[in-house]
């Protein structure tokens, strides 16, 4: 079992940068692939980014890359995603997930996660 916690949203100018946590309970943490989502009112949640149990992969959707960074700290049990030259578009509600073991292709998949965070809003004004 997994628990997930999300912190760090919050409003920011468009611009501007934020980063994410997701502080996870559970000793096997370091075996999870992770993966951050996010809803817009009105919309699907769609993939934002992954990263591998050990790290050394990462992956993000097209509208992100260049600008979000997924990383990890299995020492603290927590992935983080850094969010740099923010968009109004980029507004919603952000979610962390957990699954024991993802093949390359699962990790853009919401239904590919068992365990799921609560989400943390972000805001971008314009």
């Known amino acids: 079992q997994v628990q997930l916690v999300e912190s760090g949203g919050g409003l920011v100018q468009a611009g501007g940068s934020l980063r994410l946590s997701c502080a996870a309970s559970?000793?096997?943490?370091?075996?999870?692939?992770m993966g951050w989502f996010r809803q817009a009112p009105g919309k699907e949640r769609e993939f934002v980014g992954g990263?591998?149990?050990?790290?050394?992969?990462?992956y993000y959707a097209d509208s992100v890359k260049g600008r979000f960074t997924v990383s990890r700290d299995n020492a603290k049990n927590t992935v983080y995603l850094q969010m740099n030259s923010l968009k109004p578009e980029d507004t919603a509600v952000y979610y962390c997930?957990?699954?024991?073991?993802?093949?390359?292709?699962?990790?853009?998949?919401?239904?590919?996660?068992?365990?799921w965070g609560q989400g943390t809003q972000v805001t971008v004004s314009s």
């Open positions: 997930a957990a699954h024991a073991g993802l093949t390359s292709g699962s990790y853009y998949y919401t239904n590919a996660y068992e365990y």
């Open positions: 990263i591998r149990w050990s790290g050394g992969r990462t």
């Open positions: 559970g000793r096997t943490f370091s075996s999870y692939a």
